[in-house]
């Protein structure tokens, strides 16, 4: 591509994206990312996951931009660009909360996460689908020392409920019968990445977006180009431009042919 002004981003969930069903990088993938980048596209991540849960990710992709905790922790050229922690006061009212229910709670800043139990067997479970080889540690206090971009609520489906109706400053996304995402209220990764396009001053038409689960939704809906994976639920199906083949396939090849790009 010999014009700048020509390049598109590709931003790309993770789990059930990116990732195949072993968390893993299909070959297709792999071929399909280079492609991209020989033709002067950035491409670039989106998920709820911690930095350093996909760490091993961007070196294998050389990818140095992202969009991190859904929206929370914004990453342009391996710079800060953009942060949105949670409220102080209103996680303290979630911790103290969790300890009247018995429930763990993890949290999480840009650089490690710690649990406010010694052990749990929801957070070994729960954290460890993920396959990426971390478990947090026992800080109960790690909250109060340091920005916390996201917390993890360790509850049953349904278990949620009274969070959310005392602590409205948060959204809470459940990704494990397990374990609910703690967010600021009104984050998502579609405003992560409208901080990345804006300094990049790469318009809509040249965003797209790749995504399977319900925090991809505004995502998906808010990037006129956007492809939902052949495995993702229904609703981000509906919110797609695309829908293209399973992450376990050749998913992203060929939903990138879809949009055009290769």
């Known amino acids: 591509m010999n014009n700048p002004q020509e390049r598109s981003i590709v931003f790309f969930d993770l789990d059930g994206t990116l990732l195949n069903d072993d968390k893993q990088i299909n070959d297709s993938t792999r071929e399909a990312i280079a492609a991209l980048k020989a033709q002067g596209h950035i491409v670039a991540i989106a998920t709820g996951r911690a930095p350093f849960f996909f760490d091993h990710i961007r070196r294998e992709l050389?990818?140095?931009?992202?969009?991190?905790?859904?929206?929370?922790y914004v990453?342009?050229?391996?710079?800060?660009?953009?942060?949105?922690?949670?409220?102080?006061?209103?996680?303290q009212t979630l911790t103290?909360?969790?300890l009247n229910h018995e429930h763990a709670v993890v949290y999480m800043d840009h650089e490690g996460m710690r649990a406010n139990v010694p052990s749990s067997e929801r957070i070994n479970e729960s954290i460890g689908t993920l396959q990426?080889?971390?478990l947090p540690t026992h800080d109960p206090l790690y909250y109060k020392e340091r920005p916390i971009?996201?917390?993890l609520l360790f509850c049953a489906e349904g278990e949620e409920k009274p969070y959310e109706t005392l602590v409205q400053t948060f959204?809470?996304?459940r990704w494990h019968p397990y374990s609910v995402d703690v967010l600021p209220s009104g984050g998502s990764k579609f405003?992560?990445?409208q901080k990345i396009a804006e300094k990049l001053n790469i318009p809509l038409e040249r965003q797209y977006a790749f995504g399977d689960a319900l925090n991809d939704l505004e995502m998906l809906r808010g990037i006129p180009n956007s492809v939902a994976m052949g495995n993702g639920m229904p609703e981000a199906k509906e919110a797609a431009k695309w829908i293209t083949t399973s992450n376990n396939e050749d998913g992203i090849a060929q939903g990138l042919k879809?949009?055009?790009l290769l």
Request: no cysteine; charged share 15%; hydrophobic share 45%.
């Open 96 to 98: 103290d909360l969790a």
């Open 62 to 72: 050389n990818i140095d931009t992202y969009v991190s905790y859904n929206g929370s």
């Open 191 to 193: 405003k992560g990445i």
């Open 171 to 173: 959204d809470f996304i």
């Open 258 to 260: 879809l949009a055009g």
């Open 132 to 134: 990426v080889g971390i």
């Open 149 to 151: 971009y996201q917390s």
């Open 75 to 91: 990453v342009l050229e391996d710079q800060v660009v953009f942060t949105n922690p949670l409220n102080a006061e209103a996680l």
